[in-house]
């Protein structure tokens, strides 16, 4: 009985977190062209790449703000580095973040070679 009883347990605990995966949205885009950045006044940016966003992103962009999607405030200024980096050298980038909301904001950005 105890055997069952933990099973069946195991099994709510499992379903419960399901979803909360499933919701979070989180991929990889493509390879990107940057088009633009905008810097904002309270310390975060928006990336414009050319196309290849998910449909979800319908602020027009990738947000990167301290506090969301896990991003800290070196964090921010991190990924402007890289951000600008591949806008004036013309380098391809891929960035990771979470389509569930419009403003898709921005965890990981890696730049191509």
């Not at 990738?62 to 070196?74: E, P």
């Not at 890289?82 to 904001?105: E, W």
Request: proline fraction near 3%; charge should be neutral; include cysteine.
């Amino acid at each position: 009985m105890n055997e069952r009883r933990l099973c069946i347990l195991l099994g709510i605990a499992a379903s419960m977190m399901v979803p909360a995966v499933a919701s979070a949205g989180l991929g990889w885009s493509g390879a990107l062209t940057i088009t633009n950045i905008e810097i904002v006044n309270d310390g975060g940016f928006l990336v414009y790449p050319s196309g290849g966003l998910s449909a979800a992103c319908t602020a027009g962009g990738i947000y990167v703000y301290a506090g969301q999607n896990n991003v800290t405030t070196d964090g921010v200024k991190a990924l402007l580095s890289v951000v600008l980096t591949a806008l004036t050298s013309g380098k391809t980038v891929q960035i990771l973040y979470d389509d569930s909301t419009p403003q898709c904001y921005g965890r990981y950005i890696q730049i191509n070679s």
